[in-house]
């Protein structure tokens, strides 16, 4: 059974880009594709900083855009629940 993390995958993946850890989070979004039952192989995966959402006690969070490399779209509840930020 996967262990249970209180943090979303966006709030990880902000951490990440804030603590000069970029390099490791492609890594991360594929790892959470693999524990959802995607093929990370068949995403192209994107990072876009952001301004924070007012309330969140964050300046800049990392917004992570998945792109499928075969040109099919997105299912839009993956790209949504990627970004979940809680």
Not at 2 to 26: C, D, E
Not at 54 to 80: A, C, F, H, N, Y
């Amino acid at each position: 059974m996967p262990r249970i993390n209180p943090y979303t995958l966006q709030m990880q993946i902000t951490r990440m880009f804030q603590q000069g850890q970029s390099l490791f989070a492609p890594m991360k979004v594929q790892e959470w594709l693999k524990e959802r039952g995607h093929n990370p192989a068949e995403y192209s995966i994107l990072f876009h900083q952001k301004p924070a959402p007012p309330g969140s006690g964050e300046v800049m969070v990392t917004e992570i855009e998945l792109k499928r490399k075969d040109g099919q779209p997105v299912d839009e509840w993956l790209q949504q629940e990627v970004n979940r930020w809680a």
